[in-house]
T-cell receptor, first 112, second 115 residues
Framework: NAGVTQTPKFQVLKTGQSMTLQCAQD?????MSWYRQDPGMGLRLIHY???????DQGEVPNGYNVSRSTTEDFPLRLLSAAPSQTSVYFC???????????FGNGTRLTVT | AQKVTQAQTEISVVEKEDVTLDCVYE???????LFWYKQPPSGELVFLIR??????QNEISGRYSWNFQKSTSSFNFTITASQVVDSAVYFC????????????FGTGTRLLVSP
């Protein structure tokens, strides 16, 4: 059982480039979310989804897009990367609103 | 607004010492959940415990224990007889209200346990 799988693990982008961070879960969880982790700031919610076809913004959504075409996948798109988006990104899923989140192993993104 | 404060940025102890990590939260909701996650040097996030606002019982799991006090809005985490493998960053997090879980994280406490 793979749980939550994120790819890639590391990525370096130049300012203005676009890319998609992939996230897939095999636990049939309805709820999925993306967080970013920055030094001294903990984790902050970027976007989330309560089911296929339904997404919403979290605390820090600017510069990111998401879609949820299937229950399993929840990709995060950076449309035009900026140095401020240098961070570690975590995807998470859960089956109910209050159950613990299952996190992926993270993607370390550097924007130069 | 919801907020989680972990005032201890970094704690250093020697193996076998007991250590307590503090967590203070703010919310106006009567229904909420508190979590602790561990992030070892390898970087993944590991769930440790969940506590809901209606259950103030303290919990013990091996060397780990948690003290939930609504009167002081605190959910502190104690490691007894710390070990080098406990070295990690520990995050306290709050999910307030009902519906989708939008976790609010504290800034984390880095625990360094030396031999």
């Amino acid at each position: 059982n793979a749980g939550v799988t994120q790819t890639p693990k590391f990525q370096v982008l130049k300012t203005g480039q676009s890319m998609t961070l992939q996230c897939a879960q095999d636990m049939n969880h309805e709820y999925m979310s993306w967080y970013r982790q920055d030094p001294g700031m903990g984790l902050r919610l970027i976007h989330y989804s309560v089911g296929a076809g339904i997404t919403d913004q979290g605390e820090v959504p600017n510069g990111y897009n998401v879609s949820r075409s299937t229950t399993e996948d929840f990709p995060l798109r950076l449309l035009s990367a900026a140095p401020s988006q240098t961070s570690v990104y975590f995807c998470a899923s859960t089956g109910t609103g209050s159950s613990p989140l299952h996190f992926g192993n993270g993607t370390r993104l550097t924007v130069t | 607004a919801q907020k989680v404060t972990q005032a201890q940025t970094e704690i250093s102890v020697v193996e076998k010492e007991d250590v307590t990590l503090d967590c203070v939260y703010e919310t106006r909701d009567t229904t909420y959940y508190l979590f602790w996650y561990k992030q070892p040097p390898s970087g993944e996030l590991v769930f440790l415990i969940r506590r809901n606002s209606f259950d103030e019982q303290n919990e013990i799991s091996g060397r780990y224990s948690w003290n939930f006090q609504k009167s002081t809005s605190s959910f502190n985490f104690t490691i007894t007889a710390s070990q080098v493998v406990d070295s990690a960053v520990y995050f306290c997090a709050l999910h307030s209200g009902i519906g989708f879980q939008k976790l609010v994280f504290g800034t984390g406490t880095r625990l360094l346990v030396s031999p």
